[in-house]
């Protein structure tokens, strides 16, 4: 068994497998265009003494808004085995190489989207995002309203487009920090409708991104930066009632407040969850992570024991220090020192939620997912800033 990256002329292999895997066909033109886009050197595989390709990922490079702050990310993706390679420990050698890899990157952070949350869980992953999707019928879409601002149509302009979007991302983490190739490749539909809501001052304040099609206006991504922008948008929604029965809108996050502002808000509500992540290197993270400052003079100090059996750069026992200004160092404990009231014990699952902002500390606490001290938990609950988190992407 080796493991390795794919050279340039291994293409065809690594499309019949995704092909198999995930069930479906790629036409001759989809072909050509992915093989343009092939980049080797982020696919990882494991082949057989015949130089056959038994099992594969692909580990791409990204970024991630969390508390405001940009973080290097790996994303997990096309995780894949040919059947009667599968129950052989393939996917675990992959992954745990992944894991060895995006250290080595510096990335601190690793998210996917995956097929079974158990089985990724098995390897560190965790839940950490969900959205709300909404179903409208017409007659309860929100009053359609006047203001001062304009929406144009189909602006395709990225940086536009991105600039709305950077400021919606600060109030979230785990957004992916978007380059012009994302945008191109992987958000705007070909097929889709953007609107861009520009205030009086010619500023753009929000967008939709969406489609129409067999009476259904369904909506991809809805953001805005001003309330004035969300009544603009609505009111653009609202305003295709002739043409459409219902409104499907998708990747809502969880503190949307869409059901206050209507008249009957008696609307079809789902929460779905979305996408995992993982801790990869916890000591970079923190020792980089914007805790919330004390506004004393004084420094705390709380130590964690924490398992993580696939990254054990993360296992062991960790002295964490907090300055009056939110930074935060780390240092190893052994077994030898002399051990404080404020200890904590958790597994890299129940750090990830933590310092994704998908959980708070006493919640975790009170259902047994971090143990020990409740003065560390109250430590935590005081310098993790409260912020929640949301996932739209999809690699």
């Known amino acids: 068994m080796e493991i390795r990256n794919l050279r340039e002329d291994e293409f065809e292999q690594s499309t019949r497998l995704s092909e198999y895997a995930f069930q479906y ?218 043409m459409v029965t219902q409104v499907i809108v998708n990747f809502m996050p969880i503190d949307d407040s869409l059901t206050y502002h209507l008249a009957d808000p008696r609307i079809n509500q789902e929460i779905v969850p979305y996408g995992m992540a993982r801790v990869v290197n916890m000591k970079k993270l923190v020792e980089a992570y914007p805790f919330t400052a004390s506004g004393e003079g004084g420094s705390e100090r709380l130590t964690i024991q924490l398992t993580d059996m696939y990254a054990p750069w993360n296992e062991g026992v960790w002295s964490w220090s907090f300055s009056s200004d939110g930074t935060a160092s780390v240092s190893p404990l052994d077994s030898s020192h002399e051990q404080q009231e404020e200890v904590l014990s958790c597994d890299i699952q129940a750090l990830t939620v933590l310092l994704t902002g998908f959980k708070r500390p006493a919640e975790l606490y009170q259902s047994g997912r971090i143990a020990g001290s409740s003065k560390a938990v109250s430590i935590l609950e005081a310098r993790i800033p409260t912020r929640q988190t949301l996932f739209m992407d999809f690699f």
């Open 25 to 242: 066909k790629m036409t001759p033109e989809r072909k050509q265009l992915a093989k343009e886009r092939f980049k080797p050197e982020q696919v990882w595989g494991i082949f057989d003494e015949d130089e056959q390709l038994a099992a594969k990922l692909v580990l791409i490079p990204f970024t991630v808004s969390v508390q405001g702050e940009s973080f290097p990310m790996g994303g997990i993706a096309s995780v894949s085995t040919w059947p009667e390679n599968r129950r052989q420990g393939y996917i675990k050698h992959l992954l745990t190489h992944a894991l060895q890899q995006m250290n080595e990157n510096g990335q601190v952070f690793s998210m996917l989207h995956p097929f079974s949350y158990p089985f990724y869980r098995k390897y560190g992953w965790e839940m950490f995002s969900e959205y709300k999707k909404y179903v409208i019928s017409t007659d309860k879409l929100p009053a359609k309203v006047i203001t001062e601002g304009a929406i144009r149509r189909d602006i395709k302009d990225v940086d536009v487009l991105d600039t709305v979007y950077a400021a919606f991302s600060k109030r979230y983490n785990g957004l992916m920090v978007r380059t012009r190739e994302w945008w191109t490749r992987s958000v705007l539909d070909e097929d889709g409708h953007t609107a861009v809501y520009y205030s009086a001052s010619g500023a753009p304040e929000g967008y939709v991104l969406y489609k129409v099609e067999n009476k259904e206006f369904t909506i991809d991504e809805l953001v805005y930066v001003t309330d004035e922008a969300r009544r603009a948008l609505w009111t653009y929604i609202a305003n295709h009632d002739s």
